[in-house]
């Protein structure tokens, strides 16, 4: 049974840092692409960083510089280390496999962890 579970999030003041953790279970975690995404109030869920299998990343513009995405296949993590933070990244951070993981037959999704960016 899949499991992916994200840490780490909190509220925190404009320009500071966090870090987020995500622990999966219930797949071939050094076998897969994984991805952090973040859905906004009101918006659409999407992915802002990706990290290959092997450990090549991609980060998406408006993180870009300010996020950097990790992983530590023996401990079945994918960190987002997060700077400069700014009150538009507010949003519900998710970790998954990229495509993401499915359990009986639909798409599966942790319960994410929330960021507040506000003074």
């Known amino acids: 049974q899949v499991q992916l579970v994200e840490s780490g999030g909190g509220l925190v003041q404009p320009g500071g840092s966090l870090t987020l953790s995500c622990f999966g279970s219930g797949i071939i975690f050094s076998a897969n692409a994984m991805g952090w995404f973040r859905q906004a109030p009101g918006k659409q869920r999407k992915l802002i960083a990706s990290?290959?299998?092997?450990?090549?990343?991609i980060h998406e513009d408006s993180v870009k510089g300010r996020f950097t995405i990790s992983r530590d296949n023996a401990k079945n993590t994918v960190t987002l280390r997060m700077n400069s933070l700014k009150p538009e990244d507010t949003a519900i951070y998710y970790c998954n496999t990229i495509p993401p993981s499915k359990q009986y037959g639909v798409d599966y999704w942790g319960k994410g962890a929330p960021i507040t960016v506000s003074s």
């Open positions: 990290i290959t299998n092997f450990g090549p990343t």
